[in-house]
T-cell receptor, first 112, second 114 residues
Framework: AQSVTQLDSQVPVFEEAPVELRCNYS??????LFWYVQYPNQGLQLLLK??????LVKGINGFEAEFNKSQTSFHLRKPSVHISDTAEYFC??????????FGRGTSLIVHP | DAGVIQSPRHEVTEMGQEVTLRCKPI?????LFWYRQTMMRGLELLIY????????DSGMPEDRFSAKMPNASFSTLKIQPSEPRDSAVYFC????????????FGEGSWLTVV
């Protein structure tokens, strides 16, 4: 079985400040990890993914995430956010099953 | 490239009516997923098809919901009869059947049952 916990339901931050969105997972097998972003009234689109190799993964729009196997975490970071980053962010894990498990989402709210 | 295409984008219907949501996956993808998104429950997997065959439908809430995939390029999700609690955004997504592959989502069908 696999599960994903997004520790914060909402993260408010001021523009140009750094941000970290937290994600912890559990799985009995090796996993592939994903972060998706959902802008208002749109579907989910891929930000970045970890399959293997370097534990630091870079994605679109300046986001990056670090896979930490010992802490079973895959936190998403951005050094300086913009108003346009306001959106819902979903962490997902895909392990032995082809079926991914999504977290409940974290709402990032960027204030001017 | 065309992404996952869903129709209708918006549907408002009366309680008791039949609702059919449609999905065209990305060409070459052999896995298809139907998700439902609500404020209360977040993103829920309803059903998963692989090579047009339903593999896991444990997320389908009740017998009022049914899904079909008659061929590799088309799937439907039907609700009959619809109820107000079915109001949600329904997403179709597709991928290639490799565990690490990205799942691509459609824009969603926004259903309101009054």
């Amino acid at each position: 079985a696999q599960s994903v916990t997004q520790l914060d339901s909402q993260v408010p931050v001021f523009e140009e400040a750094p941000v970290e969105l937290r994600c912890n997972y559990s799985s009995s097998v090796s996993v592939y990890l994903f972060w998706y972003v959902q802008y208002p009234n749109q579907g989910l689109q891929l930000l970045l993914k970890y399959l293997s190799g370097s534990t630091l993964v870079k994605g679109i729009n300046g986001f990056e995430a670090e896979f930490n196997k010992s802490q079973t975490s895959f936190h998403l970071r951005k050094p300086s956010v913009h108003i346009s980053d306001t959106a819902e962010y979903f962490c997902a894990v895909r392990g032995g099953s082809y079926i991914p498990t999504f977290g409940r989402g974290t709402s990032l709210i960027v204030h001017p | 490239d065309a992404g996952v295409i869903q129709s209708p984008r918006h549907e408002v219907t009366e309680m008791g009516q039949e609702v059919t949501l449609r999905c065209k996956p990305i060409s070459g993808h052999n896995s298809l997923f139907w998700y439902r998104q609500t404020m209360m429950r977040g993103l829920e997997l309803l059903i998963y098809f692989n090579n047009n065959v339903p593999i896991d439908d444990s997320g389908m809430p009740e017998d009022r919901f049914s899904a079909k995939m008659p061929n590799a390029s088309f799937s439907t999700l039907k609700i009959q009869p619809s109820e107000p609690r079915d109001s949600a955004v329904y997403f179709c997504a597709s991928s290639q059947t490799v565990t690490g592959n990205t799942i691509y989502f459609g824009e969603g069908s926004w259903l309101t049952v009054v």
